[in-house]
């Protein structure tokens, strides 16, 4: 039965370009879309190190307008390019040539009306998160990312999904305190360098471990998806719970 927590919508998706393609996006968002200049959320800069020019990482858009409430009845969509020195690592850039193509989706944001006990549900069942859940200063809302989408043995996909609450309430700040969850006002740069991170270092967090992918599997065998009945959830629910439960318990 799904619970309140599990009530996810698109918040919003994460574009991966060449840079080539970046100037080039930003123009037919703008002209074949429709964004308006003030539905461009933002365009975070930096400069890299050995450079004295800034350059941009990445934009957010707003598509489209509703009536309700502002920001969350339209799509938005952030389109990031791998901006860094041809001689310095990018996982974006790895990312892109890895699938073999000009532009990538990389992670949509599903919005919660209730992210702590969404997490806390996640934790439960084994799933993998790279970030504690993180306060974003600029914007009225908190955040967590996941591992990435990957079979067992396979090379990084650079798909994975963020959860999102906006809006949050004082008591859910107060709830986040306690947990000593990490807070952090540059959340997308701080995104950038924990995926940078991970790539560099070989190491890149799936969804769920290698080994309880593998117990899904077997648990379900053979049998096509239009077969598979509440009994065999069950039964892939508690190895989910069972393999979970010593990690949470550490």
């Known amino acids: 039965m799904r619970q309140p927590f599990q009530n996810l919508v698109v918040d919003h998706m994460t574009f991966l370009v060449e840079p080539r393609f970046y100037k080039v996006t930003y123009a037919l968002f703008r002209l074949v879309f429709g964004v308006e200049p003030e539905d461009v959320i933002y365009n975070k800069r930096r400069t890299w190190p050995g450079e004295k020019e800034e350059k941009s990482m990445t934009?957010?858009?707003?598509?489209?307008?509703?009536?309700g409430r502002p920001g969350l009845d339209s799509a938005i969509v952030a389109v990031v390019e791998p901006s860094e020195?041809?001689?310095?690592?990018s996982h974006v850039r790895d990312i892109l040539k890895n699938r073999g193509g000009s532009a990538h989706w990389q992670?949509?944001?599903?919005r919660t009306p209730d992210l702590v006990a969404f997490h806390e549900?996640?934790?439960k069942l084994g799933v993998n998160f790279i970030t504690p859940i993180l306060k974003d200063e600029e914007e009225d809302l908190i955040q967590v990312f996941s591992g990435e989408w990957t079979l067992p043995g396979r090379r990084p996909t650079g798909i994975f999904f963020e959860f999102v609450q906006r809006d949050p309430d004082p008591e859910?700040?107060?709830r986040l305190e306690a947990r000593q969850a990490f807070f952090r006002d540059k959340t997308f740069l701080g995104l950038y360098q924990q995926k940078e991170d991970e790539y560099r270092g070989g190491r890149v967090q799936p969804f769920i471990d290698d080994a309880l992918f593998l117990k899904i599997e077997s648990a379900l065998g053979d049998k096509p998806v239009w077969r598979l009945d509440e009994r065999d959830l069950s039964r892939v629910e508690?190895?989910?719970l069972d393999y979970a439960r010593p990690r949470i318990a550490g």
């Open 85 to 89: 020195p041809a001689g310095q690592s």
């Open 172 to 174: 859910t700040i107060k």
């Open 238 to 240: 508690s190895l989910m």
């Open 59 to 67: 934009f957010a858009a707003r598509l489209g307008r509703y009536e």
């Open 121 to 123: 549900h996640c934790l």
């Open 107 to 110: 992670h949509i944001a599903l």
